[in-house]
């Protein structure tokens, strides 16, 4: 069973495919940078009940630049040789104005997964389609497209997959307005 690191898919990345990553933090370098030192040089812990800061964009994960992304999962199925893309979803990122896809790949036989990531701003987000290559992410850029606005180019038929064609709005997005019986009007009714 094929088992490679978030590090080792990095550096491979790196030299195999010159500026395709994006540059990010990685989570080891978010918690040593937000420890402020007081007296006697110790970091600072937050008090009971309190958090420390947690830094959302943070990964170990491997991001690379959207523009990319199809040479990406090329390399990933033709060179690593990972078969089956099975997963793909959305996250927003509110407060840093960035959309970020996850990618899930697998090797037939087993293992972990091989996560790659890209992020886009949430005014456009914009993000080629794997569909050609993978045509398991057709129904899941669908509804990434339906719930978050992201929009898939070169997808052979980018409509909604679950609002009604009608619908305004991406309703799976952080400021979207919430709606129903208990959220109707401003009295809290």
């Known amino acids: 069973m094929p088992?490679?690191?978030?590090?080792?898919?990095?550096?491979?990345?790196?030299?195999?495919?010159?500026?395709?990553?994006?540059?990010?933090?990685?989570r080891t370098q978010t918690s040593s940078d937000s420890e402020a030192l007081v007296?006697?040089?110790?970091?600072?812990?937050?008090?009971?009940?309190?958090?420390?800061?947690?830094?959302?964009?943070?990964?170990?994960?491997?991001?690379?630049?959207?523009e990319r992304l199809q040479e990406v999962a090329r390399y990933v199925r033709d060179v690593?040789?990972?078969?089956?893309?099975?997963?793909?979803?959305?996250v927003d990122y509110l407060a840093d104005g960035v959309i970020e896809m996850v990618y899930h790949f697998f090797h037939l036989g087993g293992g972990p997964a091989l996560v790659i990531k890209t992020r886009v701003p949430r005014d456009h987000p914009v993000v080629p389609s794997l569909t050609n290559e993978w045509p398991g992410a057709n129904l899941q850029e669908r509804?990434?497209?339906?719930?978050?606005?992201?929009?898939?180019?070169?997808?052979?038929?980018?409509?909604?997959?679950?609002?009604?064609?009608?619908?305004?709005?991406?309703?799976?997005?952080?400021?979207?307005?919430?709606?129903?019986?208990?959220?109707?009007?401003?009295?809290?009714?």
């Open 39 to 66: 007296d006697g040089g110790k970091a600072a812990r937050p008090k009971r009940g309190e958090h420390a800061p947690v830094d959302l964009l943070a990964t170990d994960d491997a991001v690379v630049y959207p």
């Open 80 to 90: 690593l040789g990972y078969e089956l893309l099975s997963n793909i979803t959305a």
């Open 3 to 26: 088992k490679m690191s978030a590090a080792e898919l990095k550096e491979r990345l790196a030299r195999d495919l010159p500026g395709v990553l994006m540059p990010t933090r990685t």
């Open 143 to 189: 509804e990434a497209f339906d719930l978050f606005g992201v929009v898939f180019t070169g997808h052979p038929n980018l409509t909604r997959i679950y609002m009604w064609d009608e619908f305004e709005g991406w309703p799976m997005r952080k400021d979207f307005p919430k709606q129903g019986d208990k959220y109707f009007g401003d009295s809290g009714e």
